[in-house]
T-cell receptor, first 115, second 115 residues
Framework: AQTVTQSQPEMSVQEAETVTLSCTYD???????LFWYKQPPSRQMILVIRQEAYKQQNATENRFSVNFQKAAKSFSLKISDSQLGDTAMYFC????????????FGKGTKLTVNP | DAGVIQSPRHEVTEMGQEVTLRCKPISGHDYLFWYRQTMMRGLELLIY????????DSGMPEDRFSAKMPNASFSTLKIQPSEPRDSAVYFC?????????????FGEGSWLTVV
């Protein structure tokens, strides 16, 4: 079974600074997808960024980028120019490709952006 | 396009009562998921459907929980009888599956409190 570990329960960053959230996963699969979801205080789950395991290039979405290290099974999220609206829980998630649509989530990292 | 729509957004009910949560997936999506989020267990997949057919219900906690998807645009999650330990946020989500890189889109959640 796949597992996702987020080792930082809480983090904080100053507005306009850069912060990196860590995620590691354990799987024997070769083909899979990785995701970062954001959950603000409203509790809605919002997709931030996704990465296909077969792609070597790291995904980027505006201020959000990932550092995907397949051999190390690491998938960190970097938030540049942090904004107050980035304050939220961030969940790393794994889905194997083909045969199952199950998303396996980490426990989350609570990020606070301070003014 | 409208996102995943859930109702009710909030519900408070007494122990022993029946609870029905409703979900309208994104039009055209052929996968539908029900997740539950609690502080203790994080995000758990309860059940998912593909083309209205339940594929995996191994996450349904017990017989008090049931889910149906009578057509492509509607699903229900029913708890009968409800218990205080069922208090959680229940998310419905949908996706196009492999055709869209397995990206799963979540609704805003239904906050359930059982007293």
């Amino acid at each position: 079974a796949q597992t996702v570990t987020q080792s930082q329960p809480e983090m904080s960053v100053q507005e306009a600074e850069t912060v990196t959230l860590s995620c590691t996963y354990d799987t024997s699969e070769s083909n899979y997808y990785l995701f970062w979801y954001k959950q603000p205080p409203s509790r809605q789950m919002i997709l931030v960024i996704r990465q296909e395991a077969y792609k070597q290039q790291n995904a980027t979405e505006n201020r959000f980028s990932v550092n995907f290290q397949k051999a190390a099974k690491s998938f960190s999220l970097k938030i540049s120019d942090s904004q107050l609206g980035d304050t939220a829980m961030y969940f790393c998630a794994f889905m194997k490709q083909g045969g199952s649509e199950k998303l396996v989530f980490g426990k989350g990292t609570k990020l606070t952006v301070n003014p | 396009d409208a996102g995943v729509i859930q109702s009710p957004r909030h519900e408070v009910t007494e122990m022993g009562q029946e609870v029905t949560l409703r979900c309208k997936p994104i039009s055209g999506h052929d996968y539908l998921f029900w997740y539950r989020q609690t502080m203790m267990r994080g995000l758990e997949l309860l059940i998912y459907f593909n083309n209205n057919v339940p594929i995996d219900d191994s996450g349904m906690p017990e017989d008090r929980f049931s889910a149906k998807m009578p057509n492509a645009s509607f699903s229900t999650l029913k708890i009968q009888p409800s218990e205080p330990r069922d208090s959680a946020v229940y998310f419905c989500a949908s996706s196009l599956g492999f055709l869209a890189g397995n990206t799963i889109y979540f609704g805003e959640g239904s906050w359930l409190t059982v007293v």
